[in-house]
């Protein structure tokens, strides 16, 4: 696999994959905040994509595209979002993804793109949810939007999807990949500190239900074993177990000083 972007994603790509999937290009060097307003960032991105679109048009080769599966994409929908459903991307950031999607349908190019919702593990960035709520447990103070949920995803759990979508030769869809279990941040935050052993105090924002659930079943459709290991209620635990680890060591080095790319 060709990886472009050497980042959160970029990494886990590459270590999962190396060589396989040799016909396969990855671009995973977007952007990776839903809050940005920065113009330069979504230009870079769009350029990156046309540029790459067009080098596996010439070499034949297959473009796997991320997106969003976030509130940014689906905003709070009343049931579960599914990919035929329309949307109304509510910023900027899942304006700017629904756009490159167009973008990559319409190329000619063979594809696929993943609509991801919050990915979890190694090498994760600084201002993400899960290393910012642990560096804020551990400082003794975190603020908590009330009714706040996300879909958090084991990224092993997103290359074991990835993995089983290249080998079936899956291409020319648009496929949510989320645990489709949305987490309520209090419960996040809750299951932090009973690990680290810590009680922060809460800094409560005011806030209405936010839910944003995804549909997985045509994910599950077309890998039916997909997060089959570990039931639902067990799932927020035995990813914190796998990743608080990684981050409290991290604490020691200075959290912020994560790899930005």
Same mark, same amino acid.
């Given at each position: 696999?060709?990886?472009?972007? *050497?980042?959160?994603?970029? /990494?886990?790509?590459?270590?999962?994959?190396?060589?396989?999937?040799?016909? %396969?290009? $990855?671009?995973?060097?977007? &952007?990776?905040?839903?809050?940005?307003?920065?113009?330069?960032?979504?230009?870079?991105?769009?350029?990156?994509?046309?540029? =790459?679109?067009? !080098?596996? /048009?010439? !070499?034949?080769?297959?473009?796997?595209?991320?997106?969003? $599966?976030?509130?940014?994409?689906?905003?709070?929908?009343?049931?579960? @979002?599914?990919?035929?459903?329309?949307?109304?991307?509510?910023?900027?950031?899942?304006?700017?993804?629904?756009?490159?999607?167009? =973008?990559?349908?319409?190329?000619?190019?063979?594809?696929?793109?993943? /609509?991801?919702?919050? %990915? &979890?593990?190694?090498? #994760?960035?600084?201002?993400? +949810? +899960?290393?910012?709520?642990?560096?804020?447990?551990?400082?003794? !103070?975190?603020?908590?939007?009330?009714? @706040?949920? /996300?879909?958090?995803? *084991?990224?092993?759990?997103?290359?074991?999807?990835?993995?089983?979508?290249?080998?079936?030769? =899956?291409?020319?869809?648009?496929?949510? %990949?989320?645990?489709?279990?949305?987490?309520?941040?209090?419960?996040? &935050?809750?299951?932090?500190? #009973?690990?680290?052993? =810590?009680?922060?105090?809460? &800094?409560?924002?005011?806030?209405?239900?936010?839910?944003?659930?995804?549909?997985?079943?045509? +994910?599950?459709?077309? %890998?039916? *074993?997909?997060?089959?290991?570990?039931? *639902?209620?067990?799932?927020?635990?035995? +990813?914190?177990?796998?990743?608080?680890?990684?981050?409290?060591?991290?604490?020691?080095?200075?959290?912020?000083?994560?790899?930005?790319?």
């Amino acid at each position: 696999m060709r990886i472009i972007g *050497d980042g959160f994603l970029g /990494r886990n790509l590459a270590a999962a994959f190396g060589d396989r999937f040799p016909d %396969v290009t $990855a671009i995973a060097s977007g &952007v990776s905040s839903t809050s940005t307003a920065a113009i330069a960032e979504y230009d870079r991105e769009a350029q990156v994509v046309y540029d =790459v679109l067009e !080098e596996c /048009r010439r !070499e034949g080769r297959l473009l796997l595209f991320f997106s969003t $599966a976030s509130f940014s994409m689906y905003g709070f929908p009343e049931g579960e @979002a599914a990919e035929t459903d329309p949307v109304r991307p509510a910023n900027a950031y899942g304006r700017h993804k629904l756009a490159l999607e167009t =973008v990559v349908r319409s190329s000619g190019t063979e594809h696929l793109i993943l /609509r991801l919702s919050h %990915v &979890v593990g190694r090498h #994760q960035r600084a201002h993400q +949810l +899960l290393p910012t709520l642990v560096r804020h447990i551990a400082g003794g !103070e975190v603020t908590v939007h009330q009714g @706040a949920h /996300r879909d958090l995803l *084991d990224v092993r759990d997103l290359l074991q999807a990835v993995a089983r979508l290249l080998e079936a030769g =899956v291409t020319k869809e648009v496929v949510n %990949v989320a645990s489709g279990i949305p987490q309520p941040v209090e419960s996040v &935050v809750t299951a932090i500190e #009973q690990r680290l052993g =810590v009680t922060a105090r809460r &800094v409560h924002r005011p806030g209405s239900p936010a839910i944003t659930r995804v549909s997985v079943r045509h +994910l599950r459709r077309l %890998v039916p *074993d997909f997060r089959g290991a570990t039931a *639902d209620c067990d799932y927020l635990g035995s +990813l914190l177990d796998a990743y608080l680890p990684y981050y409290t060591a991290l604490l020691s080095q200075d959290l912020t000083a994560l790899p930005s790319r």
